[in-house]
């Protein structure tokens, strides 16, 4: 994937949100001249993103979309994802139903291997870190 800004949609976790409009007005503060830009999309799978900003001092700032939930197997999976393959579990619906959906709001969704492997995760106790969260 070339790293460039993106202009479609994207689900957004606030909190994440929060955080990383915390971090541009603490570096605001030492650098008042500074001029925060969003600057590229450096990653996406599914439905996360992380999001590269660069002040005009250089410092750069990255904002992931959604929380990691680690602790599941060797691999992290993003909480959004899971979240998403667990709603279409619910419904009864597949990989199709969650392309469907997020089609019609413009957001980009996992391949078909990735929600297997979610959907396997989810099936084996993932379900359980999903419901604290």
């Not at 994937?1 to 689900?11: C, F, K, L, Q, S």
């Not at 990383?20 to 599914?46: I, M, P, Q, W």
């Not at 001092?57 to 667990?86: M, Q």
Request: charge should be positive; aromatic fraction near 6%.
């Amino acid at each position: 994937m070339t790293a460039t800004i993106t202009t479609e949609n994207r689900t957004v976790n606030l909190g994440n949100l929060i955080k990383y409009t915390e971090a541009v007005s603490k570096h605001s503060r030492f650098y008042t001249s500074g001029v925060v830009n969003l600057v590229k999309e450096t990653k996406h799978d599914g439905l996360a993103s992380v999001l590269s900003a660069k002040c005009s001092c250089s410092h750069k700032i990255t904002f992931p979309t959604s929380n990691k939930l680690s602790g599941l197997s060797r691999r992290d999976y993003w909480e959004c994802n899971l979240t998403a393959v667990w709603g279409q579990m619910s419904l009864r619906g597949g990989h199709s139903n969650l392309q469907k959906t997020m089609s019609a709001l413009g957001v980009p969704v996992m391949t078909k291997r990735s929600f297997i492997a979610s959907e396997k995760k989810l099936v084996n106790g993932g379900w359980k870190s999903c419901r604290n969260q």
